[in-house]
């Protein structure tokens, strides 16, 4: 079934008609409060600038670059929040600094060219949803030569983990007999089948459950990658076991990192199970059955991330894989087409 | 959007081929031990009979039935699941005794009629996917006159309660500017809008948040209520407040009771929240804002339950009610179609 465009912009845009994903990103502290820190120790090059924010939602971003000293912010966004944005400008006073536009960045008209383009665009797995392609865009129509970008660098990494959940799940079927007399240890198997699935499934990965130290596969620097280069974005991997466990599948997750001037190192936004829990959590990838592994065994491979064919929006993940002596294996992931799927 | 017939049920029986919903139906102890018990306590009208279980899925019922004396289980099952019962019932060493047959209850020929019908065929607020037209239609052409239902009878509650997390969520909008210097509060009201709205939301409501005695206001005899009666469930229901309080909505459940010989009251399957939670939850239905009411404030009207226009299998409830001083309102509530929405 394939979407047509747009169908697929409507389902895309509508999925932020709704409160709900706006209080889970205010109220996720890491997020909201890494990109409000980086605009305040940006403020030197923000103060008295024009601003562009894509994809600005409720508008939060745009109050941060004004209250940092922004002379205008354009605060672009597509969907039906952006009548609450206006309001949100309003009631903090900022109206004459920060114009709310109702439409996509790829078609509306700025008065200017802009000096500061911040965005949060990740989504889960960093690129399901594909909002960079817009951030690219408007950072090749808008941003002045030398112009900032608010972060200017992602990074994809990947780990190995066992997920105990899944074990008690697929364990769940021996223990029917004792409790209600019936033996459906059988249905195991297809539990195994259910669960370990081509989906790409979004959790979050307790430290102790990562078996490896995660290696970095991808590296984008928003002032040069191409929406083109976004089309098969990969890297290999090589990891470590770091004891007797059974690898259940992979963990990939990202950071983001915004320049500060007054720091070396950039600040990080992490989404990495070793680091606060964020919105969007880590993206689980299962093996089609647990894989033992002792200490030191060799996990490596390559990951690939391309778009859907079936709708652009939509990330699939391609891992080519070994485990110590298993032979070489491919296994393909998708987020689900909850859009297409039945109810529970 | 008007779902045909063909895909509503596609997309109905699809839903039952993950091992997920089975798991939950499972390890719901309350349903399963409830189901155990009273096949167990009837095996004097079971044994020796030849027994017809309506939707079998994994089977379970039919093997209590078969381990309580049954000659003959005819397990009826149109989903895939079905593959899952015959593996259960050889691995249990009964396929002498169930035959699992593929297809639904509406198109099956069975060899003779039946002396007993089980079938666990409650949906959410009771009627929601509405199998129990199945099982009146089984009961119509298959089951002999003088025969027995497994449960017999259903019976649905409403009583208003408050709903601490949803006030929590309209409270949060007020807390972003401490948190982060952003005055959002002017989100409460467009929160309220999209929280407190048409959908009937499944929920575990606490015993402390139900507001007075919950009133029954249906019951459903299933040994004499037709497909036609289905159409419209309704009755009146009048309660009084136990204290101050905020009402923030109506919770609806239901209980369904299994005639016992040896027990004059029947054995009770109850969703309530003043019961141990099951997989059934409660069904919330959420007022329009909050209304405040005192000790012994009447809280009164009339519940109509009917099957949404666009997919048969969907319910609809309208609740008509008056709080208090407050004047006549009517609001209808539906289970939202997760099929056609758009992913977070």
Chains 1, 2 share one sequence.
């Not at 950071?255 to 606060?276: A, I, R, W």
């Amino acid at each position: 079934r394939k979407l047509d465009k747009t169908r697929q912009d409507t389902l895309y845009f509508d999925s932020y008609s709704d409160v709900t994903i706006h209080e889970e990103m205010i109220a996720d502290y890491v997020r909201t409060n890494t990109y409000r820190t980086a605009i305040e120790r940006n403020s030197e090059l923000i103060r008295g600038k024009v601003v562009l924010d894509v994809g600005a939602g409720t508008g939060v971003l745009s109050v941060f670059c004004a209250q940092a000293g922004a002379k205008k912010v354009f605060a672009v966004e597509a969907c039906s929040i952006a009548e609450q944005a206006v309001k949100i400008v309003r009631q903090n006073n900022l109206q004459d600094r920060i114009e709310v536009i109702r439409g996509t960045v790829e078609t509306v008209d700025l008065p200017e060219p802009v000096d500061v383009i911040v965005s949060e665009w990740m989504g889960y797995a960093l690129l399901h949803e594909s909002m960079l392609n817009s951030v690219l865009y408007a950072r090749d129509k808008w941003l002045k030569p030398g112009g900032l970008i608010l972060p200017s660098k992602a990074e994809l990494y990947i780990a190995p983990v066992c997920d105990p959940v899944v074990e008690d799940r697929l364990h769940f079927w021996y223990t029917v007999k004792d409790q209600y007399g019936v033996d459906m240890s059988c249905m195991s198997d297809f539990a195994r089948k259910c669960i370990m699935n081509s989906d790409i499934t979004m959790n979050f990965v307790s430290i102790e459950d990562v078996l490896s130290h995660p290696a970095r596969f991808a590296e984008l620097d928003l002032y040069s990658v191409t929406a083109e280069e976004l089309r098969s974005v990969k890297g290999h991997f090589r990891c470590e076991s770091f004891g007797c466990s059974a690898v259940s599948g992979f963990c990939v997750y990202f950071t983001v990192t915004f320049t500060c001037p007054d720091k070396q190192q950039g600040l990080v936004l992490s989404t990495s199970p070793f680091k606060p829990d964020t919105h969007w959590k880590q993206a689980v990838l299962y093996l089609d059955a647990p894989v033992s592994v002792e200490q030191d065994t060799l996990v490596s491979g390559e990951v690939s991330m391309f778009p859907s064919e079936d709708s652009a929006r939509h990330i699939c993940i391609s891992v080519d894989f070994t485990i110590g002596e298993q032979k070489r294996q491919t296994k393909i992931f998708s987020i689900p087409d909850w859009s297409s799927e039945a109810q529970p």
